[in-house]
């Protein structure tokens, strides 16, 4: 085999909430991610020669990303197109852990928000951990994926698909997950009852390492079993009332636009609005899949040009 392409989806944090500052600087959390059907396209081609070179592109393309996010920093439409891309840490660390000296072409089409808290990045090196095992005829549930993947950030694990089952780890991104530890260690959650969500992307993004370092750990933290257990009833009315987010605090305060989107996204009716992970992206259950469009086109509207719609990941997972 010579190239793999598969799909990174992005990811929603359902629930966020923080446990413990722990003294490597990571915190303990406690987090209920779901994977959406928002996609980038990852190619892996083997090279002749043993360079890994990764070519990165927005789709639509970064003019039409700025045409819609008048204002935006440009550097975030940067995406960094050589070793600064965990796509391209995430095979050279896999290679490194097999002792191969292969090459790889990798390419990207990204359509999902950066610096949004979507897990974008996390997505794509957990597509590219998979590709790579396969081009290099290692077994898809080899426990050096899981733990190259854990090096490469805290949410990877949670896109290797790490919820664990009998057999060992399976090798297809995770549809729901409880994640505790730093977010490595997983659980699965059975998913039924979920509505559409409307996702929003202000003009601004948001560092997850600045949004954690501005954050306080409660001293009563809030459990997520509320909304776990709404989860398994396939009650979404109750599951909206159990989304919350710890980083949400900080988020407002580095951001003004949190507030503006949020009381925009309320206005229409949707529920739960919430931040998802260290932000900027916002995210709220709609009613009905017409519900959804017609908040889309509302909240685009009013200024957030980058909104759309997206649901749980099916099953059985068609990113394998
Ligand atoms: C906000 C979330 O997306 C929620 O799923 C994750 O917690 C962040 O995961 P990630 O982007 O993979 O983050 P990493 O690359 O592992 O860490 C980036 C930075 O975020 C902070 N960080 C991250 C995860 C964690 N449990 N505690 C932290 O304090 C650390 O300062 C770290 O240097
Ligand atoms: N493959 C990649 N895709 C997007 N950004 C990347 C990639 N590799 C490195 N980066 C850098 O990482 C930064 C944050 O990536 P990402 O978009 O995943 O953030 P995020 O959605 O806030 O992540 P998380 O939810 O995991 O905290 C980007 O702004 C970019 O500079």
């Known amino acids: 085999m010579q190239a793999v392409t598969t799909y990174s989806p992005a990811k929603l944090n359902l629930f966020l909430e923080l446990?413990?500052?722990?003294?490597?600087?990571?915190?303990?959390?406690?987090?209920?991610?779901?994977?959406?059907?928002?996609?980038?396209?990852?190619?892996?081609?083997?090279?002749?020669?043993?360079?890994?070179?990764?070519?990165?592109?927005?789709?639509p393309s970064m003019a039409v990303w700025q045409q819609r996010l008048p204002g935006l920093d440009a550097s975030v439409l940067q995406i960094p197109q050589?070793?600064?891309?965990?796509?391209?840490?995430?095979?050279?660390?896999?290679?490194?852990?097999?002792?191969?000296d292969c090459g790889f072409d990798i390419q990207l089409e990204k359509t999902i928000p950066a610096g949004a808290g979507m897990g974008g990045a996390s997505s794509n090196a957990a597509s590219v951990l998979r590709a790579v095992a396969r081009l290099c005829d290692v077994p898809l549930?080899?426990?050096?994926?899981?733990?190259?993947?854990?090096?490469?950030?805290?949410?990877?694990?949670?896109?290797l698909g790490a919820t664990r089952t009998p057999a060992g780890l399976p090798a297809s991104p995770s549809r729901a997950a409880l994640a505790t530890g730093r977010g490595e260690q997983l659980r699965a959650i059975e998913l039924s009852g979920m509505n559409p969500f409307v996702v929003a992307f202000p003009p601004q993004s948001l560092s997850t390492a600045?949004?954690?370092?501005?954050?306080?750990?409660?001293?009563?933290p809030q459990a997520s079993e509320p909304l776990r257990a709404?989860?398994?009833?396939?009650?979404?009315?109750?599951?909206?009332?159990?989304?919350?987010?710890?980083?949400?605090?900080?988020?407002?305060?580095l951001s003004p636009?949190?507030?503006?989107?949020?009381?925009?996204?309320?206005?229409?009716?949707?529920?739960?609005?919430?931040?998802?992970?260290?932000?900027?992206?916002?995210?709220?259950?709609?009613?009905?899949?017409?519900?959804?469009?017609?908040?889309?086109?509302?909240?685009?509207?009013?200024?957030?040009?980058?909104?759309?719609?997206?649901?749980?990941?099916?099953?059985?997972?068609?990113?394998?």
């Open 141 to 159: 549930h080899d426990p050096l994926l899981w733990s190259v993947g854990a090096q490469l950030g805290s949410d990877v694990p949670f896109f």
């Open 210 to 220: 600045a949004v954690y370092a501005a954050c306080q750990v409660p001293p009563e």
């Open 19 to 59: 446990h413990a500052r722990r003294d490597d600087g990571y915190h303990e959390l406690e987090t209920v991610m779901v994977a959406v059907n928002r996609y980038d396209r990852v190619e892996v081609r083997r090279r002749e020669d043993s360079k890994i070179r990764v070519v990165a592109r927005w789709a």
């Open 82 to 100: 050589g070793a600064g891309n965990l796509a391209y840490q995430a095979a050279d660390r896999l290679r490194e852990a097999i002792g191969s």
């Open 257 to 320: 636009w949190i507030d503006r989107l949020l009381a925009a996204m309320r206005a229409l009716d949707l529920n739960g609005c919430q931040l998802t992970g260290s932000g900027s992206a916002c995210f709220a259950m709609a009613r009905s899949k017409r519900h959804a469009i017609r908040s889309v086109s509302r909240l685009a509207a009013r200024g957030f040009q980058v909104s759309f719609f997206v649901s749980p990941l099916p099953l059985p997972s068609p990113l394998q």
């Open 230 to 253: 709404a989860m398994a009833a396939g009650d979404a009315g109750l599951m909206t009332q159990h989304f919350f987010n710890r980083l949400a605090a900080p988020a407002r305060q």
